[in-house]
């Protein structure tokens, strides 16, 4: 569907996986993971470009940003309309998407996001609208750049750590991740769903929580509760931007929880995952948190 790629790049193809990415998980990404450190450990690859669904499109792309152990570019792309629909916005993006990661400038900046004419990076990402070819944004600190057909811009570059400079390492011999289950808060909130997670095995909790990542009394004290006993719990918001920090409306140090600082749930979850394989001692995943 797109013979002008065939002038900018050789192009090589294989398919990890052909799930819809509401179907994503753990042991996809871990393969998707190895093998994009493999592939890119070779001298004659310059880059990589994943195709993917929107829906998970975020996570799987901070996934890579943490765990892939190379400067060089991997972009992922999406698209938001079928092929068979009127003006399909699949085949364009998967240009660009090329476009970027052969750019010189890609290099170094992690695993970015190339949908709708703009560069996203993975740790800024979010998918804001349900069915707009326009749904994602970075709402904290805003594009990585743009692509308008060949001519790439960049703009500022991320301050947060990813790729070759990042402490998460994966192999083949890893076969699956922590589990770390997502509590949504809202109004009447109760303890019941955190204490049948716990009960199902997690590890660690993320709270979607209300505004500043805060929550009812109720599920405070079942979460400090199972914090005292080794549970690593994380207060993300489900506002969709913001930080998350340290102390304000609930105090961390007092309850052993940590805070979310700028990473939404579904990533705060990612972090949490990797973050528990090396540990679950607060203050270790506190600082990943400031970090990543
Ligand atoms: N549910 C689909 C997916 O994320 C939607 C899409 O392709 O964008 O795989």
């Not at 904290?140 to 960049?154: C, H, Q, T």
């Amino acid at each position: 569907a797109v013979p002008q790629l065939k002038k900018i790049a050789n192009l090589t193809g294989e398919q990890i996986s052909d799930i819809g990415s509401q179907d994503m998980n753990d042991t996809v990404w871990l393969k998707l993971g190895n093998r994009v450190n493999q592939l890119l450990a070779k001298p004659d690859v310059d880059g990589i470009v994943i195709t993917h669904g929107t829906d998970t499109y975020e996570e799987t792309a901070y996934f890579l940003n943490l765990v892939v152990d190379s400067d060089k570019p991997v972009v992922i792309v999406a698209s938001m309309r079928p092929a068979t629909s009127i003006s399909a916005d699949g085949p364009m993006n998967l240009f660009m998407g090329v476009v970027v990661a052969i750019n010189k400038e890609a290099i170094g900046r992690g695993v970015l996001c190339v949908i709708n004419d703009d560069i996203h990076y993975a740790a800024e990402i979010t998918k804001t609208m349900t069915v707009n070819p326009a749904t994602m944004k970075s709402p904290n600190r805003g594009l990585a750049g743009k692509v308008d057909d060949e001519i790439v811009r960049f703009f500022s570059p991320t301050i947060k750590r990813h790729t070759s400079k990042s402490e998460f390492r994966i192999d083949e011999t890893v076969s699956s991740l922590p589990h770390v289950d997502i509590i949504y808060a809202h109004s009447n909130m109760k303890r019941s769903l955190i204490d049948a997670s716990v009960k199902s095995g997690a590890k660690g909790i993320v709270i979607a929580g209300v505004g500043d990542g805060n929550m009812s009394n109720e599920a405070i004290d079942a979460l400090s509760e199972h914090a005292s006993k080794g549970i690593v719990i994380v207060r993300s918001s489900r506002v969709g931007s913001g930080a998350v920090k340290r102390n304000i409306e609930v105090n961390d140090d007092k309850l052993g929880f940590v805070a979310a600082m700028e990473l939404n749930p579904q990533k705060a979850r990612i972090l949490l995952q990797l973050g528990l394989r090396e540990t679950t001692n607060v203050e270790d995943i506190q600082r990943m948190f400031m970090e990543y």
